[in-house]
């Protein structure tokens, strides 16, 4: 296990980070996956198995269409999803909190593998229900708000706390690979072979989660003050008495809630651009197309420690794209606002993640992570809401224009409202 790194070895740290080549400075930053074993085989486990899920979920969607033939229904597997992300994310970081995070990671893991497995074997036997599907994907979703607390408290367990924004960088290249490419294999490969196939190659990338999570140590968390089990409540507690901590989640919501133009995107598509179906997918692919080479291009990231500053700026960064992508009458003008948003909000998940991870001791760090999905999962559903609601009021260019201005705003006003986290320095984390 690599022991973290105090603030007093970060300053004899800074020469090396001179030295390295200027590829280094550029390109994603490939130290945590050179320098831990047990990292790397978590990162490429994950990054198998996150692009079988994206596969599954696209399978799914496209098999429940076919028996139903109503888009309702098809919008119901999101909702199918989100409430458990919601409901089992606190309870999910609670216990990690609690029992061995090897362990947790081991059975949510085996057990989505057996989800898979059930869709794989309904498939085979030509049991089409669409009932079984929903199922499937609410448990699922169970899976991974168990999994993803346990195996994101691990990380600082793993690697010194200066390896930190490489990782969650890495991290962030991942899942908007698969994002961008578990969609793409899935229809493919649906197209080609049928559900079944898409649903035996998750079963398959599994097994690399699987592996990853087998070979790690043990990794009891640290004692709770006084003893006491793990509880939501003592989470949210805890989140409440650490500013900075509070503003990570706060700038995110700023972000997602106000600034969230995705419902808006087959409107747009027609009313700005006279374009069609292939016009609303070029509009959803560019900020994931932003985010991914914000990850291929993170390793002047590492350089940063006002971590803070970061995240505000990364923040009303988006919030600025998007305005001028509501600006926008020309198709490639609005794609490039989109991406420049997209590598943004990895800029700012990078930054926001480590100080989750460097500023939360360890024995909060599971409930920390629950939070956090429930703002990740949460945050874009409200905004879609927001966004689609304001837009039927007034326009989508009203909408989508005064989101974007009112999340640079709204960034600025918790910037100047909580002074001390631009001033959060990643030698020195306080939460």
């Not at 706060?250 to 419902?263: E, G, I, K, T, Y």
Request: hydrophobic share 50%; proline share 5%.
């Amino acid at each position: 296990m690599a022991p973290t790194t105090t603030s007093g070895d970060t300053s004899q740290a800074r020469p090396e980070k001179r030295e390295k080549p200027l590829r280094s400075r550029i390109f994603a930053d490939l130290t945590p996956l050179r320098t831990s074993p047990d990292y790397r085989r978590l990162w490429c486990g994950n990054t198998i198995s996150w692009m079988g899920q994206q596969m599954t979920a696209l399978a799914v969607s496209l098999q429940v269409y076919a028996i139903t033939r109503s888009t309702f229904a098809v919008g119901l597997v999101g909702l199918c999803s989100l409430v458990p992300l919601v409901v089992f994310g606190l309870y999910g970081g609670a216990i990690a909190d609690t029992v061995d995070r090897r362990k947790l990671g081991l059975v949510s893991a085996a057990g989505a593998t057996a989800m898979s497995v059930t869709l794989a074997g309904a498939a085979l036997a030509g049991y089409h229900r669409v009932w079984l599907l929903y199922t499937v994907v609410a448990l699922q979703a169970v899976c991974f708000a168990m999994n993803s607390p346990a195996r994101s408290s691990m990380i600082p367990r793993l690697l010194p706390t200066e390896q930190l924004p490489a990782a969650n960088a890495l991290n962030s290249l991942t899942s908007n690979l698969g994002l961008m490419g578990g969609p793409m294999l899935g229809g493919v490969i649906v197209g080609l072979w049928g559900y079944q196939a898409a649903y035996l190659i998750d079963v398959v990338a599994f097994s690399g989660s699987l592996y990853a999570m087998w070979r790690l140590p043990s990794m009891r968390p640290e004692q709770a003050e006084g003893g006491r089990r793990a509880s939501v409540l003592d989470g949210l507690r805890f989140l409440a008495t650490r500013p900075n901590l509070r503003m990570t989640f706060f700038s995110d919501l700023a972000a997602m809630v106000l600034a969230q133009p995705r419902a808006l995107f087959p409107a747009v598509a027609v009313l700005w651009f006279a374009g069609d179906a292939k016009t609303v997918g070029l509009l959803v692919a560019a900020p994931a197309v932003g985010a991914v080479l914000g990850g291929l291009f993170s390793g002047w990231l590492g350089g940063i420690r006002r971590h803070g500053l970061a995240i505000l700026v990364a923040v009303a960064s988006w919030g600025a794209a998007i305005a001028c992508f509501g600006l926008s009458r020309h198709l490639w003008i609005g794609l490039v606002f989109l991406a420049v948003a997209g590598c943004a909000d990895t800029v700012s998940m990078v930054f926001r993640s480590t100080m989750l991870q460097a500023a939360t001791p360890d024995a909060m760090r599971g409930r920390l992570q629950g939070v956090f999905i429930v703002v990740v999962a949460g945050g874009p559903r409200l905004g879609d809401f927001l966004a689609g609601s304001a837009a039927d009021l007034t326009s989508p260019a009203t909408a989508v224009v005064g989101g974007g201005l009112a999340c640079v705003l709204v960034v600025t006003a918790l910037g100047l409202g909580r002074r001390a986290f631009a001033r959060y320095d990643a030698g020195d984390p306080q939460p």
